[in-house]
């Protein structure tokens, strides 16, 4: 019972690096979503997903590119790395309940990556 | 666009004493949920309580309950009979309930990191 997953867990990049994070869910959840957890902000959106193929963007999505080609793969793009960017990095996923959307979000463990 | 806000940067209780954490919020909504998420040192993030906005009984799940204030824009945490495994940071949360089915995400508040005393 995998849920989501989240790969890798720890990275170390230079300034100008670029790097992929893959988030994958067994859920067949139709959202997901990429936020950002900084030490006293709380955790703030990057960008989101409604459905496959589709994107949107969150609250601080700048740096960052997304895409969703298949329904359970949800992958953050770093195309040139900057030490603003030294965070952890959550994703989550989230279903549409028989009542509509049921609100809960199913987190990733998290990946934390630095940026020198 | 939503504010979450949590007053409470830092709490400190004794093992077994009942212990309130502030939310409010700010938002022009009118259908909603609101969460208290947990997080451990483990870093996973852990859903605590649920509310929806149209409903006002407050949720309760076991020594978790809430007390919701629509009209004030509160949504506090009260924890019953705290325990060493309560000790956590503590992110209330909020997400609105848009028509057919779409929905952006959460908006949490800065989080509160309680300490339970042994």
């Known amino acids: 019972n995998a849920g989501v997953t989240q790969t890798p867990k720890f990275r170390v990049l230079k300034t100008g690096q670029s790097m992929t994070l893959l988030c994958a869910q067994d859920?067949?959840?139709?959202?997901m979503y990429w936020y950002r957890q900084d030490p006293g902000m709380g955790l703030r959106l990057i960008h989101y997903?409604?459905?496959?193929?589709?994107?949107a963007k969150g609250e601080v999505p700048d740096g960052y590119n997304v895409s969703r080609l298949k329904k359970q793969n949800f992958l953050l793009g770093l195309e040139s790395a900057a030490p603003s960017q030294t965070s952890v990095y959550f994703c989550?996923?989230?279903?549409?309940?028989?009542?509509?959307?049921?609100?809960?979000?199913?987190f990733g463990e998290g990946s934390r990556l630095t940026v020198l | 666009a939503q504010t979450v806000t949590q007053s409470q940067p830092e709490m400190s209780v004794q093992e077994a004493e009942t212990v309130t954490l502030s939310c409010t919020y700010d938002?022009?909504?009118?259908?909603?949920?609101l969460f208290w998420y947990k997080q451990p040192p483990s870093r996973q993030m852990i859903l605590v309580i649920r509310?929806?906005?149209?409903?006002?009984q407050n949720a309760t799940e076991n020594r978790f309950s809430v007390n919701f204030q629509k009209a004030a824009k509160s949504f506090s945490l009260k924890i019953s009979d705290s325990q060493l495994g309560d000790t956590a940071m503590y992110f209330c949360?909020?997400?609105?309930?848009?028509?057919?089915?779409?929905?952006?995400?959460?908006?949490f508040g800065k989080g509160t990191h309680l300490i339970i005393q042994p």
């Open positions: 989550a996923s989230s279903y549409i309940g028989l009542a509509g959307l049921t609100g809960e979000l199913f």
């Open positions: 859920m067949n959840h139709e959202y």
């Open positions: 997903s409604v459905g496959e193929g589709t994107t």
């Open positions: 938002t022009s909504e009118n259908n909603y949920y």
């Open positions: 509310q929806e906005a149209y409903k006002q």
């Open positions: 949360a909020f997400m609105k309930r848009t028509s057919g089915g779409g929905a952006d995400g959460l908006t």
